[in-house]
């Protein structure tokens, strides 16, 4: 888990790599890798994008990173 202060620098420099034309799917991978939970990415979409809570959270529902939970939740199984 990052403290509030790698969170926050984490943010920056995902923002400014959106800002360069980083996948947004790459960027989810990246902060799952680092630590951050669904909710978290979650957070962190509506604050790197704008959008709505709704938005992003299919955003993340529909990444690769957290496609093994979305499938969990809907009673799938993991590839």
């Not at 978290?40 to 093994?68: H, K, Q």
Request: glycine share 6%; with cysteine; proline share 3%.
């Amino acid at each position: 888990m990052l403290s509030k202060e790698q969170h926050a620098e984490f943010l920056a420099n995902a923002k400014r790599e959106l800002d360069a034309g980083v996948d947004v799917d790459v960027l989810i991978e990246s902060m799952k890798t680092n630590g951050f939970t669904p909710v978290d990415c979650i957070r962190a979409i509506i604050d790197l994008v704008g959008c709505s809570l709704a938005e992003a959270t299919e955003t993340i529902a529909s990444s690769p990173a957290w496609r093994e939970l979305h499938r969990r939740a809907r009673g799938g199984t993991a590839l």
